[in-house]
């Protein structure tokens, strides 16, 4: 390698260019390190196995806590307003308790408090509920396909706050044939 010192001219000094070689060389090294990591993680990626299982029906209680987590459309509208066109992922969540009536974060935790102390009052306390726990109250939600996650999250920890042990998902059965 070999440095230049200025020009033809009587005076030297320095070439103040910049060498790219180096950056050259280091730009073709990560290339190649890209080129051969990122189909090595595609590869594993796509040979995950998920555990597939069957689903048990549970036992429906009129005590169990019914919620339907949505997100308004991309025109602002919710499920049961005309002209709804579907859930939007980037639509503001929207939650129905027991599957009708819309609530906010701040009723669904007070809403949901307020039924399951009730319960626990109806039934004897809450050391009677730990003597029979299939007396204990369950959350099913029924989420949208389009509802993000933040909706769902945002739902689960709204009513496990309240004291609800236990939240379930609510699911269409798949179709075995196809």
Same mark, same amino acid.
């Given at each position: 390698m070999a440095i230049s010192t200025g020009g033809a001219g009587g005076e030297e000094r320095p070439m103040?260019?910049?060498?790219?070689?180096?950056?050259?060389?280091?730009?073709?090294?990560?290339?190649?390190? !890209?080129?051969? @990591?990122?189909?090595?993680a595609i590869q594993q990626i796509q040979k995950l196995k998920i555990p597939i299982m069957e689903s048990i029906e549970s036992k429906d209680k009129v005590e169990n806590?019914?919620? &339907?987590?949505?997100?308004?459309? $991309?025109? *602002?509208?919710? @499920?049961?307003?005309? *002209? !709804? &066109?579907? @859930?939007?992922?980037?639509? $503001?969540?929207?939650?129905y308790f027991n599957n009708i009536t819309p609530v906010t974060s701040d009723e669904l935790r007070d809403m949901a408090f307020k039924r399951l102390d009730q319960i626990v009052k109806r039934e004897g306390g809450a050391e009677a509920l730990r003597a029979n726990p299939e007396k204990v109250p369950q959350v099913h939600i029924r989420g949208d396909v389009n509802a993000p996650w933040r909706c769902i999250a945002g739902a689960i920890y709204n009513v496990q706050i309240s004291g609800y042990p236990t939240v379930g998902f609510i699911t269409n059965k798949v179709d075995p044939n196809g």
């Open positions: 103040s260019d910049i060498n790219t070689t180096p950056l050259v060389d280091v730009m073709l090294v990560l290339l190649i390190i !890209f080129l051969i @990591a990122v189909p090595v806590l019914l919620l &339907t987590v949505s997100t308004s459309d $991309e025109g *602002g509208r919710s @499920a049961g307003d005309p *002209g !709804f &066109t579907g @859930a939007s992922r980037g639509g $503001e969540c929207r939650v």
